[in-house]
């Protein structure tokens, strides 16, 4: 079993930056696969972005959001940039087995965590 706890959510402004974290607990083997997903009020949970064991990162969107994870701390990274209204939403950690193809597809994923508020203003 893996629990998952999200942290560094909160409200800022349009333009500002947030660093998510998620501290995983517990025994993931490996390969395994992380992601950051969101649900907004527009969107159903949405695969915002993903690694994999071996590091290589997938993304929504390029250039906003960098997904990284420190492995000896066991802890996932969303650093979060140039943030807008839209980016409004709960922000959930996610964890799996490595599978090919799918990595922002919330399917994929068998362990989550609770969720981070994060609160964009105009």
């Known amino acids: 079993q893996v629990t998952l706890v999200e942290s560094g959510g909160g409200s800022v402004q349009a333009g500002g930056s947030l660093r998510l974290s998620c501290a995983a607990s517990?025994?993931?083997?490996?390969?395994?696969?992380m992601a950051w997903f969101r649900q907004t009020t527009r969107k159903d949970r949405e695969g915002v972005a993903a690694?994999?064991?071996?590091?290589t990162t997938y993304y929504s969107e390029e250039g906003r959001f960098t997904i990284s994870e420190d492995k000896t701390a066991k802890r996932l990274y969303l650093q979060m940039s140039s943030l807008t209204p839209e980016d409004t939403g709960v922000y959930y950690c996610?964890?799996?087995?490595?599978?090919?193809?799918?990595?922002?597809?919330?399917?994929?994923?068998?362990?989550w965590g609770q969720g981070t508020q994060v609160t964009v203003s105009s």
């Open positions: 690694i994999d064991h071996f590091g």
């Open positions: 996610a964890a799996g087995p490595r599978i090919f193809g799918g990595k922002l597809e919330s399917r994929n994923y068998k362990f």
């Open positions: 517990g025994y993931l083997s490996e390969p395994y696969q």
